[in-house]
Every structure is written in structure tokens, then in C-alpha cells.
């Protein structure tokens, strides 16, 4: 009798652990999602030629940008809105894009001869701005294009207005300039020209506007000076070889 509880018990157990794995693989499968993905072709390629970026699981219809190299932040730009007047929207266009979603912050500074109102703006990664001015209407940045800017429920003629941004932005914008939207089922393909940069790897950066992006690495190699044909390179090689040659010759025996 004892031997049966035993088993019957072990059996409780496997049970239980059967249905307790179930109920995380539940639990964890409705949150995972298909990422954007980009490729490169070639992965390997020279200053100045050209390299086909092919995207999935970007949003559908939507804009995108492309940058290469290195992040590099920004702090305290400013962006002057000359004349503004009505409720907008009032628009600037940062110096440098496409941008790092989630990076971007943004200070706003309305002034008149008798007061100043200030409000501040933050990413949501997403495209969209969480404010702190109950004012504000629509606030949004455009990681690819570089803008941003709010409308306001109170005209701002006769005011002075400056926004002062902060944000992230990749080293080359390598954007063709026709643009890249995305398919309805979030795809694209684009040729861009790599920059001219050292021999290394480089980060590839493509993203939408809705924050969506994904980095794959490009090898970039030395480029053979212009003027330099194939031939020419042979015969140097040769030259070289030949002397190597003589001088191994040439040297005293010991």
C-alpha cells in the first residue's frame, strides 16, 4: 500500500509540473512578436559603392531612414520660430537625422514683454511626445525627417518662441533622397552608397516612424586609389616579389 501511494504520488508530482510548464509557455507566447530585420547585400563592400538594405516587420506604410556609423548625441539645440502666429502646428527640423528613437526631448520657451511659459517634451519611442504643458496639442517628432514641433490651444501671435532639443542622431545619413516607405506588410528595399569612411565595420541603422529599427554590421574595405589599374597593382606586386628575391640572394652566408 505504501509502494502505491508512493507512485500514485510521483505521479501528482510529474502532473503538476507538466501543467505548471503549460501555464508559462502560455503565459510568455502572447508577448512575443515578430522584430524588424534588416539585411545587407553585400556585407562587405568599399567607400563609395553601393549596398542593397532589404527590411521586415517594420510598420506598414511607413516612412524610413538610414543612418551609418557611430550614435552621437546632441544637447541644447536651438531651433528659433520666426513670426509664429495662429495655434500652428509650429515646426523645426533638427540638424542632424534620421534620429535614435527614444532619444529625443524637447524644451519649449513662450515669452512675451509680461511673461514666459515653459514646457518640456519627451519621446515615447513611438513617434508620439508626452507633455507637460496643459496647452500642448499633438506634440510629435519624425525620427527620419528630423522634425518636431507641437500646436497650442491659445494663439502665440506677437510671442517669441524657441524650442531646445536633445537627441541622438547616427554619424552619415545615408538616406536615398527619393526616400523608403514600407510595404502594407512592413518590408522595403533600398540602395544606399556607402560613406566615405576608413576600412572598419559599421553599424547599418534602419528605423520608421514609429520607432521600429534594427542594426546589422557592414565591413567597409580600403579603396584602391583612383587611377590605380589592375594591372599596375600586378606588376608592383611582381617588382616586389623580384626584389625580395634578390635580396635574399644577395645576402652573405654566415
Known amino acids: 500500500m505504501q509502494t502505491k501511494n508512493m507512485q500514485n504520488s510521483k505521479k501528482n508530482y510529474l502532473i503538476a509540473a507538466i501543467v505548471l510548464a503549460l501555464a508559462v509557455l502560455l503565459t510568455v507566447v502572447p508577448f512575443v512578436s515578430a522584430a524588424a530585420a534588416t539585411t545587407l547585400s553585400p556585407t562587405t563592400a568599399a567607400a563609395g559603392d553601393t549596398v542593397t538594405v532589404t527590411g521586415t516587420g517594420f510598420g506598414a506604410s511607413k516612412a524610413v531612414g538610414i543612418g551609418v556609423g557611430a550614435e552621437v548625441v546632441v544637447t541644447g539645440e536651438v531651433h528659433n520660430i520666426p513670426s509664429p502666429a495662429g495655434t500652428g502646428p509650429f515646426t523645426a527640423i533638427m540638424n542632424h537625422y534620421p534620429i535614435k ?20 517634451y519627451t519621446d515615447n519611442g513611438d513617434g508620439t511626445l ?78 520608421d516612424t514609429s520607432g521600429n529599427k534594427f542594426t546589422a554590421p557592414l565591413t567597409v574595405t580600403a579603396v584602391v586609389p583612383e587611377g590605380t589599374t589592375i594591372g599596375i597593382v600586378l606588376v608592383a606586386s611582381i617588382v616586389a616579389a623580384v626584389a625580395g628575391t634578390r635580396y635574399l640572394r644577395k645576402r652573405p652566408t654566415a
Open 101 to 120: 528613437p527614444g532619444s529625443f526631448s524637447f524644451h519649449c520657451t513662450v515669452s512675451s514683454d509680461s511673461s514666459v511659459v515653459e514646457s518640456d
Open 130 to 207: 508626452t507633455s507637460s504643458s496643459t496647452y500642448a496639442l499633438n506634440p510629435f517628432v519624425n525620427y527620419v525627417t528630423g522634425a518636431f514641433g507641437r500646436s497650442t490651444s491659445s494663439a502665440w501671435d506677437g510671442y517669441t518662441v524657441v524650442f531646445t532639443a536633445n537627441y541622438t542622431y547616427y554619424s552619415y545619413n545615408v538616406t536615398p533622397a527619393a526616400g523608403i516607405t514600407t510595404t502594407g506588410a512592413g518590408g522595403f528595399s533600398a540602395s544606399i552608397v556607402v560613406p566615405a569612411v576608413a576600412a572598419g565595420t559599421y553599424n547599418v541603422t534602419a528605423l
